[in-house]
């Protein structure tokens, strides 16, 4: 196949445009095109009177080896990998199954690779399946009763599973369209696939999570969920069994050589107990709040002429004189802000859309960079604390599950709001008017103040007086580095962790690369390389 980049449509384009333009491009007849596909698909939106479609698209042509003969500038397409199949060698056994610690993206990936493998993984999950855990999330909205164990950040599908469902990534990896394809194959949307900035939406993740646990039962593995890991047994150091338990209280062991330890960023107590078993870091994170403003707004400041256009997204971040910086997060377009708290007496925040992104309002998490120096000590988990601290101090402005609010105007004026202008929370356990440097440190609230003003000059109406800030952010990665090395082994042999929740990753698409090279490991270490 043929590759041809940068061909410009209109907004709302035909595919009998696209085929000409197609054509045209590269000198042909019409039906000399046998067939095409999408490559890469983005809106240049640079000038806003003139906004389209840029494509890059692989193209079979009858006659293609002559017409390359003849065109000797033009670019071959090689069709990427798109199948975890396509990274392994041969099915292998073991008398032992693997475990996988967390069925987020991360320990999801690595089992199907396990599986795929032949090596029929065990996969613990302390949360519940995706359609339970979605019944837990409403009632804690409901009831404000948190179930510590079934909620936005743990359970099947992991802390992904309720946001954006976004796909980009910063990362490089040839692996990315490995799990573009897996996701596509077991039911996202096919556009993900070339998408500039894909993205499922939570609906349709939830469906794409389960498909991805019935291909690992019906290759051989089981998934345990109400089960957590509560301690692991070494041996000369070297992994020899793990001790769980169940939520109805019950005990287990089991003997395992290797386990892919994929647990999320708010695993805690799991983090509590590995510090004394195995070497630990303390990692840079960031804090801040939800930000939120009307959708249309962010539309058009961001295309002008919206019609045809899907929901716009943004992107934005600065360098402080502070030596802070300053960044949006996981923006959600036509998205809701939720109630993420794993623990009890804490107020959390994250951002969730749907696929159709069709909400009000917009928000991002809008955050400030804070660095070891800014921990209470030097303890491995010195990061976990300093995210509980302010936790903790968001709950106590409203003595509840409902988040502490301020418009930006008034956190510029200090003063607490008293009603909101043309921003409407979407919290959906309810706000309380509060001073939001009552659960900040006051850098961060600086920070915040400033940065807007810049991210104003990027894109027109970031900082209007009404925007709604919402708080506390501070689980927007993980506080901690649980150590590896090259094969991916932690300071106890056998004991692999991957992922976000171990620090090496930053979102879904490279926690699930992470998974699959960490359980590629596994496999090379099974097959004696």
């Known amino acids: 196949m043929i590759r041809l980049n940068q061909i410009k449509l209109p907004i709302g384009y035909s595919d009998m445009q696209l085929e000409r333009a197609i054509a045209g491009a590269l000198r042909v007849s019409s039906d000399q095109v046998e067939r ?8 240049d939106s640079r000038d806003k009177k003139h906004i389209f479609y840029s494509l890059s698209v692989a193209v079979a042509l009858r006659g293609e080896k002559a017409y390359l003969s003849r065109n000797k500038k033009a670019e071959v397409y090689r069709v990427p990998m798109r199948s975890i199949d396509e990274l392994l060698e041969r099915k292998i056994v073991s008398d032992k199954p693997p475990v996988v610690v967390g069925a987020g993206p991360a320990g999801l990936f690595a089992a199907l690779t396990l599986a795929k493998a032949g090596l029929k993984p065990i996969v613990i999950e302390r949360g519940k399946p995706v359609d339970e855990r979605m019944r837990s ?6 009831t404000q009763i948190l179930d510590t164990e079934s909620n936005i950040q743990f359970g099947e599908g992991g802390a992904g599973t309720f946001s954006d469902g976004k796909l980009n990534t910063g990362t ?34 939830v469906d794409v999570v389960k498909n991805m646990r019935e291909s690992i039962i019906a290759l051989g593995g089981k998934i345990y969920f109400d089960t957590k890991l509560t301690d692991i047994v070494v041996v000369n150091g070297a992994l020899k069994g793990l001790r769980l338990t169940t939520k109805s209280g019950g005990e287990g062991a089991l003997d395992c050589d290797y386990c892919i330890l994929a647990i999320g960023h708010s695993a805690r107590d799991t983090f509590e107990m590995l510090s004394t078993k195995t070497l630990m870091a303390q990692k840079p994170f960031s804090v801040g709040v939800r930000i939120e403003h009307l959708q249309s707004k962010i539309d058009v400041a961001q295309y002008g002429d919206t019609r045809g256009l899907p929901p716009a997204a ?50 991002s998490a809008l955050l400030v960079g804070v660095e070891p120096k800014d921990f209470a000590s030097d303890h491995p988990l010195a990061g976990v604390e300093f995210q509980r601290k302010y936790e903790r ?17 008034d956190l510029l004026a200090g003063k607490i709001t008293v009603s909101p202008g043309e921003v409407k929370p979407t919290y959906p356990i309810g706000v309380e008017f509060a001073d939001l440097r009552e ?31 919402t708080g506390v952010e501070t689980r927007s990665s993980s506080p901690v580095k649980i150590l590896r090395d090259e094969r991916g082994n932690s300071s106890v042999k056998g004991l692999m962790p991957c992922g976000e929740g171990a620090g090496y990753a930053g979102g879904i698409t490279s926690a699930s690369v992470d998974g699959i090279n960490v359980a590629l490991q596994v496999i090379s270490a099974l097959s004696g390389r």
């Open 36 to 43: 095409y596909e999408i490559v890469k698909k983005s809106i």
């Open 314 to 363: 943004y992107s934005l971040a600065c360098h402080l004189d502070s030596g802070r910086s300053c960044y949006t997060f996981c923006m959600c377009p036509g998205g809701y802000v939720m109630p993420a708290t794993s623990e009890e007496n804490a107020v959390v925040t994250n951002g969730m859309s749907y696929f159709a992104r069709d909400g009000i309002n917009a928000n």
């Open 439 to 469: 659960c900040l440190p006051d850098y961060v609230v600086g920070s915040i103040k400033e940065s807007v003003k810049i991210f104003d000059r990027k894109l027109k109406g970031f900082a209007c007086e009404d925007a709604l800030l």
């Open 393 to 409: 101090m968001a709950y106590a402005l409203t003595n509840s599950y409902k988040a502490p609010c301020q418009k930006y105007g």
């Open 137 to 142: 999330v409403d009632s804690f909205i409901v």
């Open 172 to 205: 490089k990896s040839d692996k990315i369209n490995v799990v573009l394809g897996e996701f596509v194959a077991h039911g996202a949307p096919q556009q993900i696939i070339y998408e500039s900035k894909p993205h499922i939406g939570t609906d349709k993740l």
